[in-house]
C-alpha cells in the first residue's frame, strides 16, 4: 500500500523541524563566559547564574546607567582621539608652544596622543565585553574600579577637548580638511559595524514582547543605517576628480631649512633641504642692535641657542637686542641633540652630530647667498626691532641693502613677504615677487602688485586657489607637514607648500587618496548594498530560527538550560515521525511511545 501525498508532506514536514531545530541548538560556552564576566565585572568564580534572556531588560537601572555612559564615553573618547591623531602636523607648534608658557621642553603632544588612545582601547574593551556578555544571555554587573575607570576617561576626554578648543582652536579646522580624505574609509568602517550589529539588534527584535521596544530599537538602529548610507551625498573631496585633470605637485619649501633633519635656521638646515630636493627656502629675519640682519624664528634666544649658558642673565631679552659679535658666540645647533623636537637625532651619524654642535647664528647675507648659489627661492618674514632699537625705523631699508649690495641672490627668487611699505620697496625694486600673507579681494592684490599668496593651510580651498589662479596670483600653504596634507593640497591645486618634512613629501608620487566620481560612487553603492545584503539575511535568519519556536508562554518565558535556550521538539512531532501508521507498507500498528530521557533538551525517540 503506497504513501499518500498528504503523508508525505507530513513527513517531510515533520523531519525538516527536527532538523532545523538540532541546527540550531545552543551549548553553553561556560569557561568563555566565565573569561568574560570575569573580565568585566572581576566575578571569576563562575559565569553569571542570573541570565538575561534577549529582549528583557539586561541589568538593573545603575548596571543600565553605567553601560549607557560606557557608550557615551566610548564616542567622545573615540572623537578626541580622532581629533588630535590628526593634528600631528602641529605636534612641534603646539609642543613649543607649552615650551614657551611652562619654561621646559616635553613632547606632550605625542604623551597626550599616548595617552588617548590607551584609554580609548580601555574603553573599546569594556564595551566588547559588554556587548559579548548580552550575546551570550548574561546580566550585566561592572566592577566598581571600571566604573572609576570610565568616570576618569570621560574626564579626561571632556577636559582635554575643552582646552584644546580654546588654546588650539584651528586644529578643529584641520579636523574638518581630514574629512575630505579620511570620509570614505570612515564611511566604509561606520557601515561595517553597523553591519556586525545587525546581528545582536536581530536577536533582541524578535526576543522582545513589547512592541514599543521593538519598534523604538529597530526605528534607532535604521536611521542610524540609513544616515550612513546616504553619507557619501553629502561628501566633498578635491581628490574626488576627473582622471587627467589632477596639476602638478606643489613646489617644497623647506620651513626654516630641514628642521627634522638638522637644527633649524641654520646654515647646516638649509643645505639638508638643498640636498633633499627644496624647490625654495623660507626663513624669519631680525637684526641686531648693530645693524646685522640674521635669521631667528622666536623675538628670544632663550629656545634654539645656549644663550642661558653664555649670558644667563639676558635669557628673555629681545634677540635684537644682541649685538652681532655676542650672536657669534652662541651655539644655534646643540640644543637640537638633546630636546630632539621631531625625535629625528637619532638618525644622524657621528659626523652630523659633531656638524650640529659647531652650528652658529647664520647672516641674512650667508643665507640669500646659499640660495642663489643653489637657484633657490627664497621667502622671509622680517621682524620690526622693538622700541629703543637704533634700526626700528629704517629696518626695510637695511634688509633691502644686503638683499642689493651684500648678496650675491637676484631679487626675482626672494618672494617679498613684509606688508610694511610695500609701495616703497616695489619702487625700489620691481623685481621682487610681491608677496602677500592677507585673503584680499582680487582688485586689492592686483593694486599691490601681489604675484603670490602666503596663506596658512587651514584657509585651504579649490574654489579659492582657482578664483586667484585665474589672474595669476600663486598660493602658498604653510606648514603642510603630513602626507595626507599634502595629498589634498596636491588635489585643491596649490601651488607650493611650506613644509618640515622636505624628505618625506618629495617622496609621494601620487596623492595618497585619488578616485574618479564613477569609481567613488561605485565603491559607497556597492559597500551599501553588500551591507543591506547582509543585514536582511540576519534579519531573515533570525525571524526563521524564532518563528514558531515558543519563548514565551502565558506572559511567561520558558527558562531553558543555555545561554537563551534550548530549542525543543513537540512530542507530538517526534511520534509523528516515529509511530504514525502511514509510514509503513503494511497493516496499522498500535504502537506506545516509548519513554527516553531528553538529551540536550530533545526526547529522543526509538
Known amino acids: 500500500m503506497g504513501r499518500s501525498p498528504v503523508s508525505l508532506s507530513r513527513l517531510k ?97 605625542v604623551v597626550l596622543l599616548v595617552v588617548a588612545a590607551t584609554l580609548f582601547t580601555y574603553i573599546a574593551l569594556l564595551l566588547v565585553l559588554a556587548v559579548c556578555l548580552l550575546s551570550e544571555g548574561q546580566r550585566l554587573y561592572l566592577h566598581w574600579s ?55 539588534i536581530a536577536l533582541h527584535f524578535f526576543r522582545m514582547n513589547k512592541r514599543v521596544r521593538q519598534v523604538a530599537i529597530l526605528s534607532l538602529y535604521l536611521a542610524v ?17 576627473e582622471e587627467g585633470t589632477l596639476g602638478p605637485a606643489p613646489t617644497l619649501i623647506g620651513h626654516r631649512g630641514a628642521p627634522m633633519l638638522a637644527p633649524e635656521n641654520t646654515q647646516m638646515s638649509f643645505e639638508k633641504a638643498v640636498e633633499v630636493g627644496g624647490e625654495g627656502l623660507e626663513t624669519d629675519v631680525t637684526i641686531s642692535y648693530d645693524g646685522v640682519p640674521f635669521l631667528m624664528h622666536d623675538s628670544t634666544l632663550r629656545r634654539t641657542t645656549n644663550v642661558h649658558e653664555v649670558f644667563p642673565n639676558r635669557t628673555d631679552d629681545p634677540a635684537a637686542m644682541f649685538t652681532w659679535p655676542e650672536l657669534e658666540m652662541l651655539s644655534a645647533g646643540s640644543w637640537f641633540l638633546w630636546r630632539d623636537p621631531f625625535s629625528t637625532a637619532s638618525s644622524l651619524d657621528l659626523d652630523e652630530r659633531d656638524q650640529v654642535q659647531n652650528q652658529t647664528v647664520p647672516t641674512l647675507k650667508e643665507f640669500l647667498n646659499l640660495a642663489a648659489q643653489h637657484d633657490r627661492l627664497v621667502i622671509f618674514d622680517l621682524r620690526r626691532p622693538p622700541r629703543g632699537h637704533p634700526y626700528r625705523d629704517t629696518w626695510i631699508t637695511r634688509t633691502l641693502e644686503v638683499i642689493h649690495n651684500e648678496s650675491v641672490i637676484n631679487s626675482s627668487q626672494v618672494l617679498w613677504l613684509p606688508a610694511d611699505q610695500r609701495s616703497v620697496v616695489q619702487e625700489l625694486d620691481p623685481e621682487l615677487q610681491q608677496t602677500s600673507g592677507d585673503r584680499a579681494s582680487i582688485e586689492e592684490l592686483q593694486e599691490e602688485h601681489i604675484v ?70 561605485l565603491m559607497w553603492i556597492l559597500t551599501d548594498i553588500v551591507s543591506a545584503f547582509f543585514i536582511t539575511a540576519v534579519f531573515i535568519f533570525h525571524w526563521w530560527r524564532e518563528r514558531g519556536l515558543p519563548f514565551w508562554s502565558d506572559s511567561r518565558q520558558v527558562n531553558e538550560n543555555g545561554p537563551y535556550s534550548k530549542f525543543r521538539t513537540e512530542r507530538s512531532e517526534v511520534q509523528g515521525i516515529r509511530w504514525n501508521p502511514l509510514f509503513f507498507d503494511g497493516p496499522s500498528l498500535s504502537l506506545d511511545p516509548v519513554h527516553v530521557p531528553p538529551v540536550h533538551g530533545f526526547p529522543v525517540p526509538i
Open 13 to 109: 514536514l515533520g523531519k525538516l523541524k527536527v532538523v532545523r531545530r538540532q541546527l540550531l541548538q545552543r551549548y553553553e560556552h561556560q569557561p568563555f563566559v566565565s573569561c568574560l564576566a570575569g573580565l568585566y565585572g572581576c566575578q571569576w568564580r563562575r559565569y553569571q547564574r542570573a541570565k538575561a534572556q534577549p529582549g528583557e531588560c539586561c541589568c538593573s537601572r545603575l548596571e543600565c546607567g553605567s553601560f549607557a555612559l560606557l557608550i557615551v564615553t566610548f564616542f567622545l573618547t573615540l572623537i578626541f582621539l580622532y581629533f588630535w591623531s590628526e593634528a600631528q602636523n602641529d605636534y612641534n607648534d603646539f609642543d613649543w608652544f607649552n615650551f614657551g608658557n611652562l619654561g621646559f621642553w616635553f613632547p606632550w603632544s
Open 452 to 521: 603670490r599668496l602666503n596663506l596658512h593651510y587651514s584657509y585651504m580651498s579649490q574654489d579659492q586657489i582657482r578664483k586667484y589662479a585665474s589672474v595669476n596670483i600663486s598660493t602658498n600653504l604653510y606648514v603642510i607637514s603630513q602626507p595626507w596634507l599634502y595629498s589634498l593640497a596636491w588635489c585643491a591645486g596649490v601651488h607650493s607648500v611650506t613644509t618640515n618634512a622636505l624628505h618625506i613629501l618629495k617622496k609621494l608620487q601620487r596623492p595618497l587618496f585619488l578616485m574618479t566620481p564613477d569609481e567613488y560612487s
Open 225 to 241: 543605517l540609513f544616515a550612513l548610507y546616504l553619507v557619501p551625498l553629502g561628501m566633498y573631496s578635491p581628490c574626488i576628480k
Open 146 to 200: 571600571h566604573k572609576i575607570g570610565i568616570l576618569v576617561t570621560l574626564a579626561f576626554s571632556i577636559s582635554a577637548t575643552a582646552v584644546l578648543s580654546d588654546l588650539w582652536s584651528k586644529e578643529w579646522t584641520t579636523l574638518l580638511l581630514s574629512f575630505q580624505i579620511t570620509a570614505p574609509f570612515l564611511h566604509l568602517g561606520g557601515v561595517s559595524l553597523m553591519t556586525l550589529l545587525s546581528w545582536p
